[in-house]
């Protein structure tokens, strides 16, 4: 008997180590040229958020202007950072828990060279004053077809993958997964198409784009982190998920809310009076989905205290998971119609939510799956615990600051504006000391993510130690790292993956 399990174990690491080696090159591409896109939106983020409070900053420069900078800050986040994180996310999770070896990397790493290309084009077409004006769609119309053709490309092999896999188990990971890989296509397609193929009238097509903010939010950066925030807690903690039903419940709200959700940015404008209201509701009631998938990963993780001490992945993933529950309050504070909504519309407010969705939620859950997986593809230990400790604790204190600042000052933003009877200069005179706490809130998170861009190439350039277990990972017990590296890492029947019924 324990020569049979000995044989199965050895078995399965060598097929985890095959499918590792064949995404490799994939993964490692998305990872460090997110990792680049994500200091460059950090840069123009600043700039951006200068240009609140000084206007004279760099105002020589048509490129840099305030209507030009803003956009290509938020664009570089989602399509530069945002996307390709979750494409290495995606494609080696479904790998892993499918069982198959990856043989389409050529393809892939091909896509992703076009991707980049898509983000670089958007990027110049905005800086050079032609975009859309369409928030985070202000990239020029050409550039739509080929973010799109290469997002099939990218991800297509993730779908084939999970239909040839050993039949078993559904779990809830690849739940999440497919959902924002089927959802994107569908809000992507919707959205350019009535935006750009047929247009309509002017108001509806901002309630469109409103909707496609929503909708990237939470129907595709949101599951992707929730999906790799259940693979990563029962993987390095040993422990199953706390609750099946928790994560159902979670899943299938998620899934029913999220598509209701934007049109409340839309109040007050002339259009069928119930739709805002429609979408502020759907948005307070995504409290349900996120808090039920807080608590049961909190559950998860805190059940093993000395793990989570030990491992950057947990940290992180659990940091991003108090990011989630913060946003599930902001949701509902924010979106109260006879109270914040109308202060909310036109202020700093609506930017801290972005953010804390895109930075303090998602961007912490991938940072927890890069110091998971690029070990394993790359075969090296991280070269330094102090470079990890600095990314941690710098992001952290700059994303709260940027995020609570952003959220309270377009509150007190939002007063000013609505003091119709003083000058407008009124509510910049309030948002003005948040504007600045802004500014140096993000030279802190860009002083974190530099050094963190220089030891992912330096882990893909494979200069780290060369070790049979990943730095700082501790094994399912708690008692060390695990023969391979791996804690308790057999994919189709590691622990708190559920089985669909």
């Known amino acids: ?101 990856c043989t389409a990397a050529g393809l892939i790493l091909t896509a992703g060279h076009i991707w980049n290309l898509g983000v670089i084009l958007g990027l110049v077409g905005i800086l050079s004053g032609n975009g859309t004006g369409m928030p985070w769609m202000e990239f020029p119309f050409f550039t739509w077809p080929v973010l799109l053709f290469s997002y099939f490309a990218i991800l297509i092999w993730s779908f084939i993958q999970f239909r040839v896999r050993p039949e078993g188990h559904v779990y809830i990971s690849q739940w999440y997964l497919l959902g924002a890989m089927v959802w994107f296509p569908w809000i992507f397609i919707t959205a350019n198409t009535l935006l750009h193929c047929i247009p309509g009238h002017p108001v509806m097509a901002a309630g469109i784009n409103a909707w496609y903010k929503s909708a990237l939010i939470f129907l595709f950066f949101t599951p992707v982190a929730l999906g790799t925030a259940y693979y990563l807690a029962p993987k390095v903690t040993g422990h199953p998920v706390y609750s099946y039903s928790l994560a159902k419940l979670g899943f299938w709200s998620l899934a029913i809310i999220a598509p209701w959700a934007g049109m409340q940015k839309l ?66 504070v924010l979106n109260l119609p006879d109270s914040t909504l109308p202060l909310t519309q036109f202020s700093l407010s609506g930017y801290g939510f972005e953010i804390l969705a895109l930075y303090g939620f998602f961007s912490f859950v991938m940072f927890g799956a890069v110091y998971f997986i690029v070990p394993r593809v790359t075969r090296r230990e991280w070269l330094s615990r102090r470079l990890i400790k600095i990314h941690f604790l710098f992001s952290v204190y700059g994303i709260i600051t940027v995020a609570l600042v952003a959220l309270f000052g377009g509150l007190q933003q939002g007063i000013g504006q609505e003091e119709w009877q003083q000058p407008w200069q009124g509510a910049a005179t ?20 530099v050094f963190f861009f220089i030891h992912l190439t330096l882990m893909w350039l494979r200069l780290g130690r060369r070790s049979s277990h990943p730095t700082l990972l501790v094994s399912a017990h708690g008692h060390g790292p695990s023969p391979h590296g791996e804690e308790g890492d057999i994919d189709n029947a590691g622990p708190g993956h559920m089985p669909a019924h």
């Not at 109040?267 to 979408?279: D, E, Q, R, S, W």
């Not at 509701?281 to 993780?301: G, H």
């Not at 993000?442 to 002083?447: G, K, N, P, R, S």
């Open 267 to 332: 109040a007050g404008a002339p259009i069928p009076y119930f739709l805002p209201y429609v979408g502020a509701a759907a948005t307070v009631l995504l409290f349900v989905p996120a808090i039920a998938a807080a608590i049961n990963l909190l559950r998860t993780t805190l059940a093993s205290p000395e793990v989570v001490a030990g491992s950057p992945a947990l940290r992180f993933t659990i940091a991003g998971i108090g990011g989630l529950m913060l946003l599930a309050f902001s949701a509902v």
């Open 1 to 101: 008997m324990s020569s049979a399990i000995q044989t199965s174990t050895a078995q399965d690491a060598l097929l985890r180590a095959g499918i590792d080696r064949s995404l490799r090159h994939p993964v490692m591409f998305f990872l460090t040229s997110g990792a680049a896109w994500l200091a460059v939106s950090i840069v123009l983020g600043i700039i951006a958020s200068a240009k609140v409070h000084s206007p004279e900053f760099l105002a020589g420069c048509s490129y840099l202007s305030y209507g030009r900078v803003f956009p290509a800050h938020i664009n570089a986040l989602v399509y530069g950072w945002g996307f390709q994180a979750a494409f290495a996310v995606i494609i080696w999770m479904m790998a892993r828990l499918s069982r198959k070896e």
């Open 430 to 449: 309030r948002a003005y000391p948040y504007a600045v706490a802004t500014t140096i809130a993000w030279c802190f998170i860009l002083f974190s993510n």
